[in-house]
Protein backbone atom coordinates (compact mmCIF):
# COMPACT_ATOMS: atom_id res chain seq x y z
CA UNK A 1 0.00 0.00 0.00
CA UNK A 2 1.23 3.78 -0.22
CA UNK A 3 1.24 5.91 2.15
CA UNK A 4 -1.05 8.62 1.29
CA UNK A 5 -3.88 5.53 -0.18
CA UNK A 6 -7.66 6.47 1.68
CA UNK A 7 -8.09 3.08 3.40
CA UNK A 8 -4.26 3.39 4.99
CA UNK A 9 -4.94 6.99 6.16
CA UNK A 10 -7.96 5.74 7.88
CA UNK A 11 -7.30 3.37 9.95
CA UNK A 12 -4.13 4.89 10.73
CA UNK A 13 -5.96 7.87 12.27
CA UNK A 14 -7.86 5.51 14.20
CA UNK A 15 -5.11 3.91 16.29
CA UNK A 16 -3.76 7.34 17.06
CA UNK A 17 -6.83 8.30 19.13
CA UNK A 18 -6.10 4.68 21.48
CA UNK A 19 -2.66 5.30 22.05
CA UNK A 20 -3.01 4.36 25.94
CA UNK A 21 -5.13 1.50 25.06
CA UNK A 22 -3.07 -0.31 22.85
CA UNK A 23 0.03 0.55 25.14
CA UNK A 24 -2.10 -1.02 27.94
CA UNK A 25 -1.90 -4.05 25.65
CA UNK A 26 1.61 -4.36 24.53
CA UNK A 27 0.90 -3.48 20.89
CA UNK A 28 3.06 -2.67 18.00
CA UNK A 29 2.83 -1.27 14.80
CA UNK A 30 4.74 -2.30 11.90
CA UNK A 31 4.09 -0.64 8.76
CA UNK A 32 4.91 -1.31 5.04
CA UNK A 33 4.49 1.12 2.33
CA UNK A 34 5.34 0.93 -0.60
CA UNK A 35 5.96 -1.58 -3.72
CA UNK A 36 7.98 -4.83 -4.23
CA UNK A 37 10.83 -3.16 -5.35
CA UNK A 38 10.32 0.45 -3.58
CA UNK A 39 8.86 -0.57 -0.09
CA UNK A 40 10.22 1.18 3.27
CA UNK A 41 9.13 0.06 7.30
CA UNK A 42 8.39 1.93 10.40
CA UNK A 43 7.91 0.50 13.66
CA UNK A 44 5.86 2.38 16.41
CA UNK A 45 5.68 0.71 20.12
CA UNK A 46 2.69 1.78 22.44
CA UNK A 47 4.23 1.92 25.80
CA UNK A 48 3.14 2.88 29.10
CA UNK A 49 5.41 5.17 31.15
CA UNK A 50 6.94 2.09 32.98
CA UNK A 51 7.45 -0.09 30.76
CA UNK A 52 11.09 -0.84 29.75
CA UNK A 53 11.61 0.74 26.25
CA UNK A 54 11.73 -1.20 23.36
CA UNK A 55 14.68 -1.37 21.43
CA UNK A 56 14.77 0.84 18.50
CA UNK A 57 15.15 -0.64 14.79
CA UNK A 58 18.30 0.38 13.01
CA UNK A 59 17.61 2.86 9.99
CA UNK A 60 19.11 0.22 7.62
CA UNK A 61 16.47 -2.49 8.28
CA UNK A 62 14.09 -0.65 7.97
CA UNK A 63 15.05 0.14 4.05
CA UNK A 64 15.90 -3.30 3.96
CA UNK A 65 14.19 -4.95 0.89
CA UNK A 66 14.88 -8.41 1.39
CA UNK A 67 13.88 -8.45 5.00
CA UNK A 68 10.46 -6.48 3.72
CA UNK A 69 9.97 -8.80 1.05
CA UNK A 70 10.37 -12.15 3.76
CA UNK A 71 7.78 -10.09 6.23
CA UNK A 72 4.83 -9.77 3.41
CA UNK A 73 5.30 -13.41 2.37
CA UNK A 74 5.50 -14.44 5.95
CA UNK A 75 2.06 -12.70 6.60
CA UNK A 76 0.74 -13.32 3.00
CA UNK A 77 0.58 -9.55 2.38
CA UNK A 78 0.26 -8.39 -1.37
CA UNK A 79 2.85 -5.13 -2.44
CA UNK A 80 0.31 -1.90 -3.42
CA UNK A 81 -2.66 -3.63 -1.76
CA UNK A 82 -3.99 -2.60 1.95
CA UNK A 83 -3.82 -5.91 4.10
CA UNK A 84 -3.86 -5.50 7.79
CA UNK A 85 -2.81 -8.64 10.24
CA UNK A 86 -3.18 -9.45 14.28
CA UNK A 87 -0.58 -11.70 15.79
CA UNK A 88 0.01 -12.85 19.17
CA UNK A 89 3.15 -13.07 21.58
CA UNK A 90 3.55 -16.20 19.26
CA UNK A 91 3.67 -14.15 16.02
CA UNK A 92 0.96 -16.44 14.46
CA UNK A 93 -1.87 -14.39 12.43
CA UNK A 94 -4.76 -14.55 14.67
CA UNK A 95 -7.01 -11.96 12.49
CA UNK A 96 -6.44 -10.48 8.59
CA UNK A 97 -8.20 -8.01 7.18
CA UNK A 98 -8.14 -6.52 3.61
CA UNK A 99 -10.38 -3.17 4.60
CA UNK A 100 -9.90 -0.70 7.56
CA UNK A 101 -11.17 -2.15 11.13
CA UNK A 102 -12.72 -0.31 13.92
CA UNK A 103 -10.23 -0.14 16.56
CA UNK A 104 -12.04 -1.04 19.69
CA UNK A 105 -12.94 -4.47 17.31
CA UNK A 106 -9.52 -5.13 17.13
CA UNK A 107 -8.32 -3.94 20.73
CA UNK A 108 -11.92 -5.98 21.72
CA UNK A 109 -10.19 -9.41 20.18
CA UNK A 110 -7.08 -9.06 21.49
CA UNK A 111 -8.96 -8.98 25.29
CA UNK A 112 -9.87 -12.25 24.31
CA UNK A 113 -6.49 -13.92 23.50
CA UNK A 114 -5.55 -16.43 26.41
CA UNK A 115 -2.35 -14.76 26.78
CA UNK A 116 -4.06 -11.65 27.26
CA UNK A 117 -5.88 -12.99 30.74
CA UNK A 118 -3.29 -12.54 33.10
CA UNK A 119 -2.48 -9.01 31.73
CA UNK A 120 -6.13 -8.35 32.47
CA UNK A 121 -5.89 -9.58 36.17
CA UNK A 122 -3.20 -7.72 36.87
CA UNK A 123 -4.64 -4.21 35.51
CA UNK A 124 -7.66 -4.87 37.06
CA UNK A 125 -5.66 -5.35 40.78
CA UNK A 126 -3.87 -2.34 40.13
CA UNK A 127 -6.74 -0.25 38.89
CA UNK A 128 -4.42 -0.01 35.66
CA UNK A 129 -6.79 1.84 32.84
CA UNK A 130 -6.83 4.63 30.53
CA UNK A 131 -8.41 7.97 31.24
CA UNK A 132 -11.79 9.07 29.84
CA UNK A 133 -12.06 12.04 28.24
CA UNK A 134 -14.76 14.17 28.72
CA UNK A 135 -14.03 16.65 25.70
CA UNK A 136 -13.92 14.96 22.55
CA UNK A 137 -11.61 17.53 20.89
CA UNK A 138 -8.84 17.12 23.89
CA UNK A 139 -5.24 18.49 22.76
CA UNK A 140 -3.91 14.39 22.83
CA UNK A 141 -6.84 13.83 19.85
CA UNK A 142 -5.76 17.14 18.30
CA UNK A 143 -2.27 16.64 17.97
CA UNK A 144 -2.64 12.63 17.19
CA UNK A 145 -3.93 14.61 13.83
CA UNK A 146 -0.47 14.77 13.00
CA UNK A 147 1.91 13.00 14.92
CA UNK A 148 3.96 10.67 12.86
CA UNK A 149 2.85 12.55 9.57
CA UNK A 150 3.65 16.52 9.81
CA UNK A 151 5.86 18.69 11.93
CA UNK A 152 3.91 21.28 13.75
CA UNK A 153 5.13 24.54 13.70
CA UNK A 154 2.70 27.09 16.02
CA UNK A 155 3.00 30.80 16.28
CA UNK A 156 1.41 32.42 19.38
CA UNK A 157 0.79 36.25 19.26
CA UNK A 158 -1.47 38.86 21.22
CA UNK A 159 -2.92 40.33 17.80
CA UNK A 160 -2.23 39.84 14.48
CA UNK A 161 -0.65 43.15 14.07
CA UNK A 162 2.33 42.77 16.13
CA UNK A 163 5.26 43.47 14.55
CA UNK A 164 7.12 40.05 15.26
CA UNK A 165 3.76 38.16 14.30
CA UNK A 166 4.17 39.50 10.61
CA UNK A 167 7.26 39.64 10.17
CA UNK A 168 7.36 35.81 11.02
CA UNK A 169 3.85 35.34 8.78
CA UNK A 170 5.92 36.90 5.74
CA UNK A 171 8.79 34.90 6.06
CA UNK A 172 7.17 31.62 6.11
CA UNK A 173 4.89 32.14 3.59
CA UNK A 174 7.47 33.08 1.00
CA UNK A 175 8.75 29.53 1.33
CA UNK A 176 5.49 27.48 1.09
CA UNK A 177 7.69 24.91 -1.40
CA UNK A 178 9.95 24.36 1.19
CA UNK A 179 7.46 24.31 4.07
CA UNK A 180 5.73 21.40 1.90
CA UNK A 181 8.75 19.52 1.34
CA UNK A 182 9.61 19.31 4.64
CA UNK A 183 5.74 17.93 5.99
CA UNK A 184 6.03 21.47 7.78
CA UNK A 185 2.08 22.68 9.15
CA UNK A 186 1.82 26.08 11.10
CA UNK A 187 -0.76 26.57 13.08
CA UNK A 188 -1.47 30.38 14.34
CA UNK A 189 -2.84 31.62 17.72
CA UNK A 190 -4.05 34.87 18.31
CA UNK A 191 -5.33 36.79 21.05
CA UNK A 192 -4.69 36.83 24.67
CA UNK A 193 -7.30 35.25 26.17
CA UNK A 194 -10.31 32.31 25.60
CA UNK A 195 -12.54 34.47 24.88
CA UNK A 196 -10.95 36.74 21.84
CA UNK A 197 -8.68 34.15 21.05
CA UNK A 198 -8.88 32.34 17.44
CA UNK A 199 -6.61 29.52 15.26
CA UNK A 200 -5.82 29.03 11.82
CA UNK A 201 -4.12 25.87 10.52
CA UNK A 202 -2.05 25.72 7.49
CA UNK A 203 -1.18 22.80 5.71
CA UNK A 204 1.55 22.76 2.99
CA UNK A 205 1.53 20.49 0.00
CA UNK A 206 3.90 17.38 0.85
CA UNK A 207 4.53 17.13 -3.12
CA UNK A 208 6.36 20.12 -3.00
CA UNK A 209 4.58 22.38 -5.21
CA UNK A 210 4.03 25.92 -4.42
CA UNK A 211 0.03 26.41 -3.74
CA UNK A 212 0.13 29.52 -5.56
CA UNK A 213 1.92 28.28 -8.96
Given at each position: ??????????????????????????????????TATNST?????????????????????????????????????VPGDFH?????????????????????????????????????????????????????????????????????FIISSP???????????????????????????????????????????????????????
Amino acid sequence: MWEDSTAYVQQRDEYLEQVCEMALRKISIVTVCGTATNSTMKVDHYQLEHDKPMKAMRKEDLLNRTLIAHIRNEFGMVPGDFHMVLTDFDMKVKQSYEVPIALKAVLDYVDTMPSRSRELEQQKKSGLVCPKEDRPRSLENFLSRFRWRRRLFIISSPNDEEWAYQQQLYALTSQACNLGLRHISILKLVGMDAADMGGVLELYPINGKDPLA
